[in-house]
């Protein structure tokens, strides 16, 4: 059921489009996405990764092989995304948890920490995570020095109008 809805979604972002329509305000996407994944690791207690590390569905447990991208995207996907490995992570990580949620519905609530990058590119924006930073194109740059410290006591931003 979430790897399904998950894979429709991704498939169905115009991927032609993605990095042609920025805005300033995908930063708060950007930012959403740090803190909602402070809290996870802040609400299981685990050691603070990178988020470019951050595999939440390993993280929970996971032992399967991380997916391919090419066992569930089409072939816009799989040609966007091969262009950019740190893009990619993130979405075999999402595509990941959505099919670890199909086994244990209790991981489900963690989709939402992916989901402000995924609302990035489905707004044709572009981002790029990199080990020391977030970059939104066009938008700005979130340094990820102490990320955890800086996120973990923000106060929520009001994504549904993005």
Same mark, same amino acid.
């Given at each position: ?6 894979? &429709? ?5 115009? $991927? %032609?489009?993605?990095? @042609?329509?920025?805005? =300033?305000?995908?930063?708060?996407? +950007?930012?959403?996405?740090? =803190?909602?994944? /402070? ?17 939440? /569905? ?7 092989? &991380?997916?391919?991208?090419? %066992? !569930? ?12 490995? !740190?893009? @990619?992570?993130?979405? #075999?990580? !999402? ?5 670890? /949620?199909?086994?244990?519905?209790? /991981?489900? @609530? ?8 995924? @609302? ?6 572009? !981002?790029?995570? =990199? ?6 194109? %066009? +938008? ?6 102490? $990320?955890? &410290?800086?996120?973990?006591?923000? #106060? ?7």
């Amino acid at each position: 059921m979430y790897l399904t809805k998950t894979v &429709e979604r991704i498939n169905n972002i115009q $991927w %032609d489009v993605v990095g @042609k329509s920025t805005s =300033r305000a995908d930063v708060d996407l +950007g930012y959403e996405f740090l =803190r909602r994944l /402070a809290h996870f690791f802040k609400e299981q207690s685990l050691k603070i990764l990178p988020p470019l590390l951050a595999n939440i /569905a390993k993280l929970l447990g996971d032992n399967e092989e &991380e997916v391919a991208i090419s %066992d !569930y995207c089409n072939s816009e996907v799989i040609q966007f995304l091969g262009g950019n490995i !740190y893009i @990619k992570k993130i979405v #075999e990580y !999402y595509i990941q948890l959505s099919k670890y /949620a199909d086994k244990y519905p209790d /991981a489900s @609530k963690y989709l939402s920490v992916y989901e402000p990058l995924i @609302k990035i590119f489905e707004r044709g924006g572009l !981002y790029i995570l =990199r080990p020391r930073s977030l970059d939104v194109i %066009d +938008g700005g740059h979130i340094p990820l020095n102490n $990320w955890y &410290e800086n996120f973990v006591d923000m #106060e929520p931003i009001d994504i549904s109008n993005l």
